[in-house]
T-cell receptor
Framework: DAKTTQPNSMESNEEEPVHLPCNHS???????IHWYRQLPSQGPEYVIH???SNVNNRMASLAIAEDRKSSTLILHRATLRDAAVYYC???????????FGKGTLLTVNP | GAGVSQSPSNKVTEKGKDVELRCDPI?????LYWYRQSLGQGLEFLIY????????KSGLPSDRFSAERTGGSVSTLTIQRTQQEDSAVYLC??????????????FGEGSRLTVL
């Protein structure tokens, strides 16, 4: 599986935007970029995914670099409930597995 | 139910005993996954079921671990002769698509296993 690299931790203030980076320099043409997050004492939950174009949904936006070697998850206005571990994962079109790394622990300060 | 349901939510057992963990996926989801998460660690893939196909057991850590999925729905993960290193949260997820598509995974809240 192609590998992703994320910072171990990040901090943000409530109601400010958060940009969570992910590097995936060995991404292949069929790999989708998935983001999941895991709140304390819960299972992971899907956030967003994309292939080439930027994506928006009710939870977040995903900005994908033109060469696809990096991406950024954008939370437009962080809330205390956004404090979680955020995982950036590559998943090939025919690959059913999601391989979770250690992710980025996001702390949101009131 | 509305989401993936796992039971028990907490299980404390003695070393050497067998345990069974149950997963009820979202109705209609053909793909079912088991992951394990040790304290402070990421998720470790254990096993994957897709429809009637043979499961991918490549992540099972030893032959003490087994899983089955009956009728394409409920799944049971069995750990025989538990060891202290088996202590972890066992997470189940289901998906509408396995092979051939990115398919969003829906996770349960996990079963926390403590082996004394």
């Amino acid at each position: 599986d192609a590998k992703t690299t994320q910072p171990n931790s990040m901090e943000s203030n409530e109601e400010e935007p958060v940009h969570l980076p992910c590097n995936h320099s060995t991404i292949s043409g069929t790999d989708y970029i998935h983001w999941y997050r895991q709140l304390p004492s819960q299972g992971p939950e899907y956030v967003i995914h994309g292939l080439t174009s930027n994506v928006n949904n009710r939870m977040a936006s995903l900005a994908i670099a033109e060469d696809r070697k990096s991406s950024t998850l954008i939370l437009h206005r962080a809330t205390l409930r956004d404090a979680a571990v955020y995982y950036c994962i590559l998943r090939g079109g025919s690959n059913y597995k999601l391989t979770f790394g250690k992710g980025t622990l996001l702390t949101v300060n009131p | 139910g509305a989401g993936v349901s796992q039971s028990p939510s907490n299980k404390v057992t003695e070393k050497g005993k067998d345990v069974e963990l149950r997963c009820d996926p979202i109705s209609g989801h053909t793909a079912l996954y088991w992951y394990r998460q040790s304290l402070g660690q990421g998720l470790e893939f254990l096993i994957y079921f897709q429809g009637n196909s043979a499961p991918d057991k490549s992540g099972l850590p030893s032959d003490r671990f087994s899983a089955e999925r009956t009728g394409g729905s409920v799944s049971t993960l069995t750990i025989q002769r538990t060891q202290q290193e088996d202590s972890a949260v066992y997470l189940c997820a289901s998906s509408l698509k396995g092979l051939g598509g990115p398919g969003e995974l829906f996770f349960g809240e996990g079963s926390r296993l403590t082996v004394l």
